[in-house]
């Protein structure tokens, strides 16, 4: 026993010794790195833009002998509306360092988004540094389009193979199937049953697959090196979230309905109900928007969280520059590395398991004697 107290406390020893050595390093770094302000302001500029939606994919980018920003990657179809329709790449804006001439148009990229200028790039700031300059109708097909579109190809692929060998071997998965089948009937037996009923759960399955699915891919898509942070876009989100709600009240019961507008029921008279009434309702309609503002607001903070400590993490690298202070960042980088693949599948789970759970609340009915 004293033993392995001492053992213990030696290895506390050695990590309180390990952090001390980390922070002094770094310290020693950052002061005698002249140019750190400007590597740390590069990097978190780096990182706000890993976390934006883009008009190309990015790999990685360098600076060539010449001292020009050398990119590489794919650009992307950028698509206007303005008094007419403008198709061109978005590699004539050379990642926001160029000015995009198209059929007499001059256009700009401010802030990750496309304005209307002239050919020097002039962009007009107001007293709150807003743009004034007009802004096209945008309809591009950014990173994030092309990986959802990526994904519902990869998906459409998967299940329909899954279908096929079902139909081929007597209701038998074949091939990739055999991996995903488990899981099809894990959310069937154990988030669909459960929580929305025996009775009225077929009718929710089609959903909750195809989200559980859809938020699954895409959050193992961001862990790439490609760059994209779909389920961190809170409009992607938030199209999520409105589909469960839309869906849990279009379905809703009267059931459902009478718990939000006489949650008391018939327990009490009426006018007694009244004065419980003006805090009750209020509460019970308001929950009916809170519930899937919990959901995007879920996925979005957590998605975006992980990839700004890991963006962080790897960025520490750059500004340590020692032995010592980077092998340790690597080493955290690599490990919330394989905590975000968890991440990635436990955020698919919580979505869908709570979606279900609101299916269940508007599929109810009570037995009225």
């Given at each position: ?18 952090a ?13 790195d ?24 990015s ?17 992307l179809?950028?698509?206007?509306w ?7 790449s ?43 300059n ?25 299940f ?21 089948e ?29 989200v ?7 959050n ?5 090196p ?10 992607v989100t938030?199209g ?13 019961t ?9 949650p ?7 006018y ?42 790897i ?30 599948l ?8 709570l ?15």
């Amino acid at each position: 026993m004293k033993r392995k107290s001492t053992i213990l406390i030696s290895a506390k020893k050695c990590v309180a010794l390990l952090a001390i050595l980390f922070a002094s390093f770094a310290f020693a770094n950052n002061k005698e790195d002249a140019n750190g302000g400007d590597l740390k302001t590069e990097i978190k500029e780096y990182i706000a833009h890993h976390l934006l939606d883009s008009y190309d994919f990015s790999l990685f980018s360098y600076t060539n002998e010449a001292g020009e920003h050398v990119y590489v990657g794919a650009p992307l179809p950028i698509i206007l509306w303005d008094n007419g329709l403008k198709v061109f790449s978005s590699s004539k804006f050379h990642h926001g360092e160029t000015v995009a001439a198209v059929d007499g148009n001059y256009y700009a990229l401010y802030h990750n988004k496309i304005y209307k200028t002239d050919a020097e790039g002039t962009i007009n700031l107001d007293e709150t540094n807003h743009p004034t300059n007009l802004k096209p109708l945008d309809l591009s097909i950014t990173k994030s389009v092309v990986s959802m579109i990526l994904v519902f190809a990869l998906m459409f692929f998967l299940f329909k193979s899954l279908a096929d060998s079902y139909a081929k071997n007597g209701g038998v998965a074949a091939g990739v199937g055999r991996f995903f089948e488990p899981i099809v009937l894990y959310v069937r037996d154990d988030i669909a049953r459960p929580n929305i009923g025996e009775k009225k759960y077929k009718k929710y399955m089609s959903f909750l697959l195809t989200v559980f699915f859809f938020i699954w891919f895409l959050n193992i898509l961001g862990l790439t090196p490609l760059g994209v942070n779909v389920t961190g876009n809170i409009a992607v989100t938030f199209g999520l979230a409105l589909l469960t709600f839309l869906i849990t009240n279009l379905t809703g019961t009267k059931d459902y309905w009478l718990h939000i507008f006489d949650p008391l029921g018939s327990s009490m008279a009426w006018y007694a109900k009244v004065p419980l009434y003006i805090i009750l309702i209020p509460i019970e309609v308001l929950g009916v928007f809170i519930k899937p503002f919990s959901l995007l607001i879920r996925l979005y903070a957590n998605m975006q969280a992980g990839h700004i400590v890991l963006m962080s993490l790897i960025g520490l690298m750059f500004i340590f520059k020692s032995w010592l202070g980077s092998p340790l960042s690597f080493g955290l980088a690599f490990a919330i590395s394989l905590i975000e693949v968890l991440v990635a599948l436990l955020q698919a789970y919580i979505f869908t398991m709570l979606s279900a759970l609101y299916f269940g609340f508007a599929a109810e009915e009570h037995e009225h004697h």
